[in-house]
């Protein structure tokens, strides 16, 4: 009688468990993968939250040291013009982070909305405007800066006639994707970004280069340029008189401790100089810009803000 001679199946249970082991250990990865992900998404935004709420600490302290300046002229000795104590102070007030914040007076810059008057230039905020992107720090030849200028110009002004070097609707329809000219005042300036001859290296500036949005305004009130307050390259363009060593006496005459800067025209009694723009020495209208730092992460707000008594209304808000 023949014995019958069964298959030998541990090979093929061996090879079903090694299968399912390996399935299973890969399912495990993947779903600690996923786990850590989720956690790791959990955190940043946790710590996102975090930073902004750090950002905004040192905007309402700004706000506050600005509200309770109650001189009736703005100088850069005033608390609001220095906040690196405050600065210096938040990381005291967070177990992880700080911020940096920083106020800028509006009135001190150049206001672009005034460049107009009717459908014609105003010919003194022009010379102005020409003369702060004609200094050498911003490396613009003449037939750039007459290209941006009278640009400018055209994108404010209400008409369909191009100016010199300028643009309208018929140009930027060319543009992908094409717009029309606004033939309006100008809201934000970052609207600067579409008008014809400002590249963002123009607008920011790079590390050799300054940016011109850090000397122009659309939010100054009536226009008038604050004396006491105008970024040093400001102070230049108002004449052509100003040279660079006449501005730097000038800023350092006005950050003196004892000097009187209730008049705008402190600066005659040194510079002999006779300046056509119309000046002040107060403002309500400045912008804030705070950061928020946090494990090596950070989140900026600036918001324009217009003081009216001791109270702040926020005009334009954004978080970058």
Do not use: H
Not at 32 to 52: E, F, Q, V
Not at 134 to 145: A, C, H, I, N, T
């Amino acid at each position: 009688m023949f014995n019958r001679i069964l298959p030998d199946n541990k090979g093929i249970a061996l090879i079903t468990v090694i299968l399912i082991v390996s399935v299973l250990v890969a399912l495990v990865i993947e779903l600690n993968r996923s786990l850590r992900a989720d956690i790791y998404d959990a955190a940043n935004i946790s710590d996102g939250i975090k930073l902004t709420y750090i950002a905004k600490s040192g905007f309402y302290g700004a706000a506050v040291l600005l509200g309770e300046s109650d001189k009736e002229y703005e100088t850069l000795r005033d608390e609001w013009a220095n906040m690196e104590a405050l600065s210096m102070q938040s990381s005291q007030l967070f177990d992880a982070g700080y911020f940096i914040v920083r106020v800028e007076d509006e009135a001190g810059k150049i206001p672009l909305n005034k460049l107009v008057e009717g459908n014609e230039y105003n010919p003194v905020v022009r010379d102005i405007l020409q003369r702060l992107l004609r200094q050498p720090e911003f490396g613009l030849d003449e037939g750039q800066v007459n290209e941006i200028v009278d640009s400018i110009k055209d994108w404010i002004d209400e008409d369909s006639a191009v100016t010199g070097s300028g643009a309208e609707s018929l140009y930027y329809s060319t543009l992908d994707p094409p717009y029309e000219a606004k033939n309006a005042p100008l809201d934000c300036i970052e609207e600067l970004l579409m008008i014809k001859g400002i590249t963002r290296e123009i607008f920011n500036g790079t590390m050799e280069k300054p940016g011109m949005s850090a000397y122009v305004t659309t939010d100054s009130g009536e226009g008038a340029i604050n004396i006491n307050t105008a970024p040093v390259m400001v102070l230049r363009a108002l004449s052509e008189a100003i040279t660079p060593e006449v501005a730097k006496k000038m800023d350092e005459y006005r950050r003196g401790a004892d000097n009187d800067l209730s008049s705008w025209q402190w600066y005659k009694e040194f510079t002999g100089v006779d300046i056509p723009a119309p000046l002040t020495v107060s403002s309500n209208y400045f912008k804030i810009y705070s950061t928020g730092k946090m494990n090596e992460m950070e989140q900026t707000i600036n918001a324009n803000v217009i003081r009216d008594g001791k109270s702040i209304k926020i005009a334009k808000w954004r978080v970058d």
